[in-house]
């Protein structure tokens, strides 16, 4: 089974601060982990996948097989960085096809 | 068109009334996905189309949510006799690629309340 787990609901942080959000998943394969935003009023978007190694918009995110987790990290937060984020995880083989999504974090970045 | 469609975009309907979902992907994209999005609960999977065909249903709630896509391109997703549980926003997503490796592409949803 998959399963993702974001343990934060809510996170507030002021403007230039780092900011971390947690995703930690369960899945018995090796799995393919991406992170989704939100931004208010706007439709869900890929913010970036693990395979890439990339970063985007400032963020970076490293997969820990030993902890199972996916964290989304940024140095410095910037207000446009308020957005729902969502950690998804897809399996390989047979079942890459699915995205399963964790329940999502609120981050506010307060100026 | 540019990117998913899907509509309506608000549907405020009576519990016990039936309800239509449509989406339309991205032209030429033959995977597609609808989720279920409420408060508290993140995005819940629904159904995985593969063209025409729908190999993972798993994730429908009950025998009254059904979908179906025609020439592999448009999808309806249908919610008999709603009830007030069904409230919540329904994305529809595609992609071009057999697997989630590549990017899944989203709808703006369509809000559901039922009253």
């Known amino acids: 089974a998959q399963r993702v787990t974001q343990p934060e609901k809510l996170l507030s942080v002021f403007k230039g601060a780092p900011v971390e959000l947690k995703c930690n998943y369960s899945y018995s394969g090796s799995p393919e982990l991406f992170w989704y935003v939100q931004y208010s009023r706007q439709r869900l978007q890929l913010l970036l996948r693990?395979?890439s190694r990339e970063s985007i918009k400032g963020f970076t995110a490293d997969l820990n097989k030993g902890e199972t987790s996916f964290h989304l990290k940024k140095p410095f937060a910037q207000e446009e960085d308020s957005a729902m984020y969502y950690c998804a995880l897809s399996g390989r083989g047979g079942s890459n096809y699915k995205l399963t999504f964790g329940k999502g974090t609120l981050l506010t970045v307060n100026p | 068109g540019a990117g998913v469609s899907q509509s309506p975009s608000n549907k405020v309907t009576e519990k016990g009334k039936d309800v239509e979902l449509r989406c339309d992907p991205i032209s030429g994209h033959t995977a597609l996905y609808w989720y279920r999005q409420s408060l508290g609960q993140g995005l819940e999977f629904l159904i995985y189309?593969?063209?025409?065909?729908?190999?993972?249903k798993s994730g429908l709630p009950s025998d009254r949510f059904s979908a179906e896509r025609t020439g592999g391109s448009v999808s309806t997703l249908t919610i008999q006799r709603t009830q007030q549980e069904d409230s919540a926003v329904y994305l529809c997503?595609?992609?071009?690629?057999?697997?989630?490796?590549?990017?899944?592409?989203f709808g703006e949803g369509s809000r559901l309340t039922v009253l």
């Open positions: 693990h395979i």
């Open positions: 189309f593969q063209g025409n065909s729908a190999p993972d």
């Open positions: 997503a595609s992609t071009g690629l057999a697997g989630v490796t590549g990017e899944l592409f």
